[in-house]
């Protein structure tokens, strides 16, 4: 089993900065290979925003390049996503997401999701 927490949502003024964490635990955990970040807006389907393998390699949405940093700590199971010059549109739940990839399957686990609103 894989249990995933966020923190650090909330509201901020367009232009600010946030920084979500989310840790990672479960006597599984270990098989969980690459963690991310999702988002979904008001009437918005669930979108990748930003994903990080155990060896470090990242993919971002083109909406955040620039903007948003993905990094991991894999000595405390943990990522964290550092986003800067918010945007209105960056409000959502922002929730944690951890891939277990084998040959033959992939499975997803989720976190309980965190707010992040961005005023104008």
């Known amino acids: 089993q894989v249990h995933l927490v966020e923190s650090g949502g909330g509201l901020v003024q367009a232009g600010g900065s946030l920084r979500l964490s989310c840790a990672g635990s479960g006597r599984t955990f270990i098989n969980v290979d690459t963690m991310g970040w999702h988002r979904q807006g008001p009437g918005t389907e669930r979108e990748l925003v930003a994903a990080?393998?155990?060896?470090?390699?990242?993919t971002y949405a083109d909406s955040v390049k620039g903007r948003f940093t993905i990094s991991r700590d894999n000595a405390k199971n943990t990522v964290y996503l550092q986003m800067n010059k918010l945007k209105p549109e960056d409000t959502a739940v922002y929730y944690c997401?951890?891939?277990?990839?084998?040959?033959?399957?992939?499975?997803?686990?989720w976190g309980q999701g965190t707010q992040v609103t961005v005023s104008s």
């Open positions: 997401n951890g891939r277990v990839t084998t040959t033959a399957w992939e499975y997803d686990y």
């Open positions: 990080i393998t155990r060896d470090g390699r990242v």
